[in-house]
């Protein structure tokens, strides 16, 4: 608990421990993808099929399909003469006035009165064979009055619709358009197209805004029979189904992304805090500091590409100058302490990795004129090492592993040095 307001030594143990913080973000961006999107995804291939069955079931009951588009709206706010003004209820305006324009509607009726005409043929035969309409309404033509007014604002056919009527949507940011047929895929498509085209009039009007499309819904209704008709069946009840497209499969799975990460990033310095907290390992540069020796150099076992930046950052964190060049520095600096102080012979050991230790001795040798250095167990005696080297070896440096040497294991070291009467050079900090 000694490092608990030690905010720059968590942030080292954090950097160090990047490949266990990646791990626990990339599990919990997994589990929000696939809670969040699998379940969509189930949706999106089975609603195919369950659409198909219940039209299969109505398919002989004039029913009017309302196909609709719902368009949600980003909030957008600009600031004129240091006033912030909202201006997502002009984009909002902008589709209700656009949306019953005739330029609009000329390009609707173009591309789709024909097919639509060919359906109220079969259309206007349902309602007389269910007694929805009378004999002389059978040949009532298709005109483009009737095409216009299936389309849907607000929720209100556009042939009625008024500013004081309709569903007010200004305070959620959400636009819902549409068409009604007795066709469903045909009133899916035009809905579509029909917002399509009011989207990018409305962006040449208004400018760029961020909008989200978050799907279709789809809803059926009983027709209204004309006065004097008798219908011969009525349907027991309405349905209604949300159709969920490619589009917002994906951008939903992309906020279950999203907001996996960001859990994943609390989980993951929760864990490692504690981590850092209940640790019995020489994690810091203060833990070695904690020992009241001279620190020799904090270098890394290799030299990479990262080395520098590693350096840098570490420096900056604990305060004390890092090794750039992996550990290369730290040789120059021990050999010349050992010439300095005419050091013929110095023992190397150190209670983490074994290799590290020996690797530093072979770097120590390789550049070393006049001294000598061994390779030492820190558990051996004092007589054991001398029977083994053949030489009163008294000087010794010590070589520990950030995150592999133990609190306890380093202690029981020092005590060792101390008993056998050897001079502790110094401490070297290893990052691996």
Same mark, same amino acid.
């Given at each position: ?17 990047w490949?266990?913080?990646?791990g ?26 369950n ?14 399909t309302?196909?609709l ?6 909030p ?8 912030i003004?909202?201006?997502t ?40 064979e ?8 059978v ?11 299936q389309?849907?604002m ?14 007010d949507n ?6 819902t ?5 007795t066709?469903e ?12 085209i ?9 400018g ?9 819904t789809?809803?059926?209704?009983l ?19 949300t159709?969920i497209?490619?589009k ?8 279950g ?12 310095i929760v ?5 850092y ?18 620190i020799l150099?904090l270098?890394? =076992?290799?030299? &990479?590409?990262?080395? @520098?930046?590693?350096? $840098?950052?570490?420096?900056? *964190?604990?305060? #004390? ?8 520095q ?17 023992? =190397?050991m150190? &209670?983490?990795?074994? @290799?590290?230790?020996? $690797?530093?001795?072979?770097? *120590?040798?390789? #550049? ?13 005696s004092l ?29 029981d ?16 900090g290893?990052?691996?």
């Amino acid at each position: 608990m000694d490092n608990f307001y030690d905010l720059n030594d968590f942030i080292m143990f954090l950097l160090r421990k990047w490949k266990n913080c990646l791990g626990i973000i990339f599990i919990s961006v997994l589990i929000f993808v696939g809670t969040r999107g699998g379940k969509l995804i189930n949706q999106y291939i089975n609603q195919n099929e369950n659409n198909n069955i219940e039209t299969n079931n109505n398919e002989d009951e004039p029913v009017w399909t309302k196909a609709l588009v719902n368009i949600e709206i980003t909030p957008l706010y600009y600031e004129k003469n240091g006033e912030i003004f909202d201006k997502t209820q002009t984009i909002i305006e902008g589709y209700r006035k656009l949306g019953i324009s005739q330029n609009v509607m000329e390009q609707l009726y173009n591309t789709w009165f024909e097919k639509e005409s060919e359906e109220s043929v079969r259309r206007k035969q349902k309602l007389h064979e269910y007694g929805y309409i009378l004999d002389k309404e059978v040949k009532y033509p298709y005109e483009k009055v009737d095409f216009w007014g299936q389309f849907l604002m607000d929720g209100v056919d556009i042939n009625s619709i008024s500013r004081t009527v309709g569903v007010d949507n200004s305070k959620e940011y959400i636009m819902t358009m549409g068409f009604k047929s007795t066709d469903e895929e045909l009133a899916l498509q035009i809905a579509n197209d029909y917002a399509r085209i009011v989207t990018e009039l409305v962006k040449e009007e208004v400018g760029e805004f961020e909008y989200n499309i978050l799907g279709n819904t789809v809803l059926y209704e009983l027709p209204a029979a004309s006065a004097g008709a008798q219908t011969t069946r009525y349907l027991s009840s309405g349905g209604s189904n949300t159709y969920i497209s490619k589009k917002y499969v994906v951008l939903q799975s992309i906020k279950g992304a999203i907001w996996g990460g960001m859990f994943g990033v609390i989980i993951a310095i929760v864990l490692i805090f504690f981590a850092y907290m209940m640790s019995h390992k020489i994690n810091t540069l203060n833990d070695l500091e904690g020992y009241n020796k001279t620190i020799l150099g904090l270098g890394f =076992v290799n030299s &990479s590409k990262y080395c @520098k930046l590693r350096a $840098k950052i570490y420096s900056v *964190l604990g305060g #004390k100058i890092w090794d750039p060049t992996g550990h290369e520095q730290i040789i120059d600096s021990i050999n010349w302490v050992a010439n300095n102080e005419k050091y013929y012979s110095v023992a =190397v050991m150190g &209670s983490g990795n074994d @290799k590290i230790t020996k $690797k530093m001795v072979l770097a *120590l040798n390789e #550049k070393a004129s006049n001294v000598k250095y061994y390779y030492c167990d820190w558990n051996m005696s004092l007589e054991e090492l001398e029977q083994e080297y053949k030489n009163e070896n008294k000087n010794v440096i010590i070589i520990e592993e950030f995150g592999i040497s133990l609190k306890k294991e380093v202690k029981d070291e020092l005590n060792q040095i101390a008993k056998r009467n050897m001079n502790l050079i110094g401490i070297v900090g290893i990052e691996s």
